[in-house]
């Protein structure tokens, strides 16, 4: 028996520190809260995906009465972009979340349902994509949706060999 240590690398920055692409992608996702349907939980949610030509597709979450048939922010944003836009790749997604009058500020931190969907954005288009998680006081830059979700299952898992 041995212990295994599993590693992620990821940056963490401010705002300033972004590349102005970076920061405009940022700053839709936080427009994006504003949007947010969540009369149940008041946490704002807002998401922002840039595609590899250059168009940036956003959602927020999307809450219901019947708790269960409601939607995280970025599963809205990249399903939308994945239906708008399929032959596209999804180059870049940024998350925001705003409650109780302002922005969190520890960076967002995406459910994991979220994470399984953004890698499986990332495997279809066949390229890293770039994940961008705000907070007031510190963001999270992580190069793959992969480095999210250690040990993941993704389609090479169905393969029988
Ligand atoms: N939420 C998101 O939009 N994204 C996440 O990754 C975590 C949670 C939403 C779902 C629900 O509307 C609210 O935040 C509280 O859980």
New binding site residues.
Partial sequence: MKEVIVETKVTACTLDEMSPSMRQLVEKAKAMTQN?Y?P??H?H?GAAALLADGQIVAGS?Q?NAAYPS?L???RTTLFAANANYPNTRVAALA?ACYTNGHFTKDA????GA?RQVMLETEHRYGQPMQVILYGDEVCYVFDSAADLLPMHFTADSLKTE
């Fill in positions: 947010a969540c149940y939980s946490y949610v979450n809450e409601g995280c922010a970025e998350i967002a931190s995406p459910c979220c």
